[in-house]
Each structure stands twice: as C-alpha cells, then as structure tokens.
C-alpha cells in the first residue's frame, strides 16, 4: 500500500497520469510521415500517375501525402505552386522535366536537398530543369547529378540518351541484390513499356548500389544493359532511390508497383512491407512530348 501511494504521489507531483502517458504514446504513433510529390512532365503524365500512388500510400501504408503539379497544365515550365510544403516533407518524390522555375519556387528545393532529407526520382527527373546556357539558373540542369546520382541532363558529355520509342525494356534483379529490402516481392524478371534510358559509363555516380538491369528490346540503335533503378547518398548526404522507369504502361505493372512502394518505405527508413496491400488499379495514358 505503501508503495503504491508513494508511485501515486510521484505520478501526480510530476503531473504524469496512465491517461497522460497514454495520449503521449498515441500521439507519437498517429504522427504519419508526409511524402510530397512534386510532379511536371511533358510526356509521362505523372500528375495522373503520381496522385493514384499518393492514394494507396494514405490508404493502406499510412502516409500524409501531397501532390504538386505544375499549373496551369502539365505543359508549364515555370510554375509549380505549393512547394512551400517540401519545408514539412520527410520525403520528396520528384518526376519532373525540363523546367525552368522561378528562383523562388527553386529556394524550397534547395533548402529540402540542403536539410540531408531522402530524395527520390523517376525518369525524366535526370534532365529535370531546362535553363539557357549561361542563365542564373543553369546549374540546376544538373540536378539529376547532384540529387539522384544520375546524369547531370539529357545528352552532353555524359550521352545520356535512350534506345527509341518503338522499343521496350526487359528487366532483371542483379543477382548480388536479390536479398535487397526494396526488391521483396518484385519479380526476379519483368518488361516495362519505358524504352532504356543509357546512363553509363559515368552514371549513376560511384559509391550508388545498383538495384535493377535493363535490356533493351527492338532498340533503334546498338544497346547495352543499363541499371535502371539504384540507391546511394547524394551531394547532400541524403539517401537516394532513382529509377529510369516511368512510362505510364509501367505503373501498371505488379513488380514496379512493388518496387515504388517498397522504395517510398526505404527512403523514410521503414520496415519495407511484407504483405502487400493488393495491386494498384493505374491506367493512365501515355503522351507524345510536344
């Protein structure tokens, strides 16, 4: 009796009671992580893609989401509203092309890549930004470098091209990571509509852990296998998930729909899924680039 008046005295002096410590201990466990997808993309139609994705991460993985899309339609280059809320993100996911934002919208970028926060990338994200030599800017045509380990732009010196659209891409775990958290559950071999993108010789940069080889299938020119997903440590120090899949035809796909949830989990540095929650219903078009 003695003891328990004694913890009673303790629990009310400190102004702690079993009801305080429960809502202490609920609070932290409904403080869901936020994930904001920062989509603008003449071809892919990502702001259609990306949003389905947000969806089911809300829905069946317990995740905050945002979705910013370029505005007034997908085909502005100089204007995503919204990005203040990469200031709150505990991951930015970015499916970007070609953009030419204005110095303030560029701040928030900067400042998420700066905070060592997790960055993750599709596609044409290599060659996000599209500034005139010699602008202001220009350096952010190097993005997909300096935040994803991939090439620094479509072309120059690092050739980074692709195989012809009339091509598709077979795909396959590199066997070394066959036992890779964010390959459980992926097909050990599968095809994607994307046509393979060439990052090597120089990309991605030494020091990332490639995930997955691409063969290029019916190429309109003389191709090698290129990695098509890999993991690292940018420029930043912070951690890296980039895959050169994308192709709206690829979300459709049970094994690249794994491999995205799967790599959003990584990225914020949780247990990667065991159950999957079920294939995600996306049909979403693909657009010629104008």
Same mark, same amino acid.
């Given at each position: ?39 603008? $993309? ?23 989401? +945002? ?5 007034? *339609? ?13 200031? #709150? ?20 970028? $900067? ?15 290599? #060659? ?6 010699? #602008? ?36 396959? +775990?590199?066997?070394? /990571?066959?036992?890779?958290? +964010? ?18 010789? $120089? ?16 190429? *309109?020119?003389?191709?090698? /296998? ?23 035809? $690829? ?20 247990? +990667? ?18």
């Amino acid at each position: 009796m003695k003891k328990f008046c004694v913890c009673l005295l303790f629990m009310v002096s400190t102004g702690i009671t079993s009801a305080g410590l429960l809502f202490a201990q609920s609070s932290k466990e409904i403080k869901k992580p936020l994930v904001v997808f920062v989509t603008g $993309d003449h071809e892919y139609s990502s702001e259609e893609t990306m949003p389905l994705v947000a969806a089911a991460l809300e829905k069946d993985y317990g995740m905050k989401t +945002i979705v910013l899309k370029a505005s007034p *339609d997908y085909n502005s280059e100089e204007n995503i509203p919204g990005l203040e809320a990469l200031k #709150h993100a505990d991951l930015a996911v970015f499916f970007l092309r070609w953009r030419r934002l204005p110095p303030e919208q560029l701040a928030y970028i $900067d400042a998420y890549l700066k905070s060592g926060k997790p960055v993750m990338g599709f596609r044409t994200t290599t #060659h996000a930004f599209h500034f005139p030599e010699g #602008h202001a800017s220009e350096k952010w045509n190097a993005f997909g470098e300096f935040a994803l380990n991939a090439p620094p732009g479509w072309g120059g010196a690092a050739k980074h091209t692709h195989y012809g659209h009339e091509s598709s891409t077979d795909v396959r +775990i590199i066997p070394e /990571q066959a036992g890779n958290p +964010i390959l459980t559950g992926v097909a050990k071999n599968f095809h994607v509509r994307s046509w393979l993108y060439r990052v090597l010789p $120089d990309y991605p940069v030494k020091g990332s852990t490639w995930l997955l080889m691409g063969k290029a299938v019916n190429p *309109d020119k003389e191709a090698i /296998q290129n990695p098509v997903a890999w993991t690292g440590t940018n420029a930043f120090g912070g951690r890296v998930f980039m895959t050169t899949l994308g192709h709206p035809e $690829d979300f459709s796909q049970e094994p690249f729909q794994r491999l995205v949830i799967n790599a959003i989990h990584y990225e914020l540095g949780l247990k +990667i899924p065991r159950k999957w929650k079920g294939k995600m219903n996306i049909q979403v078009p693909y657009r010629e680039a104008k």
